[in-house]
């Protein structure tokens, strides 16, 4: 996937998540530079937060991501939005499905709605895959709910019946599914409210049941 690296390199910036039961210990692990400035930028691991912990040279050394009480995907999504643009990795121990949460918050972070640009938009930041990541199962996760964006950012009028149709028969054959789009008089005949909302539209928006 586009939004992930293999390997770190020499410039790769380390991200800390930090929860608010481990703040006080994470802390007291911390060169007195960095708990300065934290304290100074008032870090409190509040779920979401972010702060940018500078290095001597005046660029980027660390990031701290807060967590919050409970482990929550989200609180990596704004990181592609927010972070200067590099390569970046998590430097805490996580089990798989923390690993597998933070991927996909990351990737969801990165998401772009980019059927209307004449361009496309210029490559993001990247994360070094989590260690412990389940990378099949992120990639399921993500690739599912991207889909549903782009199919819900698309305006009507380029998204009609016969266009979910056919994203359907497209799913189907990636994943080897059955697929059966019922149309016309055997829609009257078996969803016959289906067909009433839809009959008045024209023939090549007219109603369907896509059955995956």
Known sequence: M???ADRSNKSTV?????AKRELKAWMGKQPK????WLGELGFTAA??????VPGKDGKVARVVVG??????LWCYGNLPKVLPKGRYEIDAK??????TLAAVGWALGSYVFDRYKSKSPAKGSTLVWPRGCDRKEAARMVTATQLGRDLINTPAEDLGPADIATQVRA???NYTAKVKVVTGANLAKS??????VGKGASAARGPRLCDL
């Not at 380390?14 to 930090?18: A, D, E, G, L, W």
């Not at 779920?47 to 940018?52: D, F, I, M, Y």
């Not at 996580?94 to 690993?99: C, P």
């Open 2 to 4: 586009k939004y992930f």
């Open 14 to 18: 380390p991200i800390s998540p930090v």
């Open 33 to 36: 530079a960095t708990k300065a």
């Open 47 to 52: 779920a979401g937060q972010v702060k940018l």
């Open 67 to 72: 967590l919050g009480s409970e482990r929550n």
């Open 94 to 99: 996580l089990d798989s499905e923390e690993a």
């Open 171 to 173: 799913l189907g054959r």
């Open 191 to 196: 969803f016959p409210a289906i067909h009433a």
